[in-house]
């Protein structure tokens, strides 16, 4: 290449470079309507109803650490939560020792709360109606 072509070049990598960077977040937790988490793979139900901000709302839950908690060598951290970190991050599909696998782990943190509550679906059919 010419030299001053190596440079263009170098100046659009650069540039694109600097537009990664900047793009804004396409989405944020209000875009949440359902949950279809992919390491499950192949989906035996449809996804799972749950408007994230209208739900927590209706619910009165503004601990963000009440689902999202925060575990370091298997200890909860108080105080401390785990937005932004998906949670089959932590949770593999099968489960291990005292930790639920990915789908128990659903299931517990959002059943538990309806049953404690006694508010909120139980029945197979009523969350799973979405895509
Ligand atoms: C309170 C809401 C709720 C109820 C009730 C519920 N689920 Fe789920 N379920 C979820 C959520 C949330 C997930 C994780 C998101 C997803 O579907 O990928 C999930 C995941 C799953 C998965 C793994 C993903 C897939 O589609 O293969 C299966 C299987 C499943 N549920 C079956 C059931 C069955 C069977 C029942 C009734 C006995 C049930 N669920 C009741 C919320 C619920
Ligand atoms: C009732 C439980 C619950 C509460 C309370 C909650 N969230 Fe979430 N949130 C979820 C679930 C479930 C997901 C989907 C995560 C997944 O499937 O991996 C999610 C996803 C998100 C995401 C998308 C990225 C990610 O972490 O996967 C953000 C951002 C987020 N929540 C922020 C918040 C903030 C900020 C608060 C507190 C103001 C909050 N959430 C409170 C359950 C909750
Ligand atoms: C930073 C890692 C991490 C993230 C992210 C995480 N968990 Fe956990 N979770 C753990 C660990 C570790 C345990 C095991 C605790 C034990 O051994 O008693 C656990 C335990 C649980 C339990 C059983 C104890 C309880 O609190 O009822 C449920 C249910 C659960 N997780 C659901 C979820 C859901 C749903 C999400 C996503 C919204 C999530 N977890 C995100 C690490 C995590
Ligand atoms: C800490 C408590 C708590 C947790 C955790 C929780 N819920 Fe709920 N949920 C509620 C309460 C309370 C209501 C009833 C709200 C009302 O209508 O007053 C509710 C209502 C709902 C409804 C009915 C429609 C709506 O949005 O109000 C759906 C669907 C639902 N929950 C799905 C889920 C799913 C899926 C999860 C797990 C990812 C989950 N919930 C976790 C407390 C909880």
Same mark, same amino acid.
């Given at each position: 290449?010419? %030299?001053?072509?190596?440079?263009?070049?170098?100046?659009? /990598?650069?540039?694109? /470079?600097?537009?990664?960077?900047? /793009?804004?977040? #396409?989405?944020? &937790?209000?875009?949440?309507?359902?949950?279809?988490?992919?390491?499950?793979?192949?989906?035996?139900? %449809?996804? *799972?109803?749950?408007?994230?901000?209208?739900?927590?709302?209706?619910?009165?839950? +503004?601990?963000? *650490?009440?689902?999202?908690?925060?575990?370091? +060598?298997?200890?909860?951290?108080?105080? &401390?939560?785990?937005?932004?970190? %998906?949670?089959?991050?932590?949770? #593999?599909?099968?489960? /291990?020792?005292? &930790?639920?696998?990915?789908?128990?782990?659903?299931?517990? &943190?959002?059943?538990?709360?309806?049953?404690?509550?006694? *508010?909120? %679906?139980? #029945?197979?059919?009523?969350?799973?109606?979405?895509?």
């Amino acid at each position: 290449m010419h %030299p001053r072509h190596v440079l263009a070049a170098l100046a659009l /990598a650069a540039l694109a /470079a600097v537009a990664l960077v900047a /793009a804004p977040t #396409a989405w944020s &937790q209000d875009d949440i309507v359902e949950l279809k988490a992919e390491a499950f793979g192949t989906h035996l139900r %449809p996804a *799972a109803v749950f408007k994230h901000d209208e739900h927590n709302e209706k619910a009165g839950l +503004d601990d963000c *650490a009440r689902c999202h908690h925060y575990y370091e +060598d298997g200890k909860l951290v108080e105080g &401390q939560d785990s937005v932004g970190t %998906p949670c089959s991050d932590c949770h #593999a599909l099968k489960g /291990a020792g005292g &930790q639920p696998g990915l789908r128990e782990a659903y299931h517990r &943190q959002c059943k538990d709360c309806h049953v404690e509550k006694a *508010a909120g %679906p139980l #029945a197979c059919g009523e969350c799973h109606t979405g895509s």
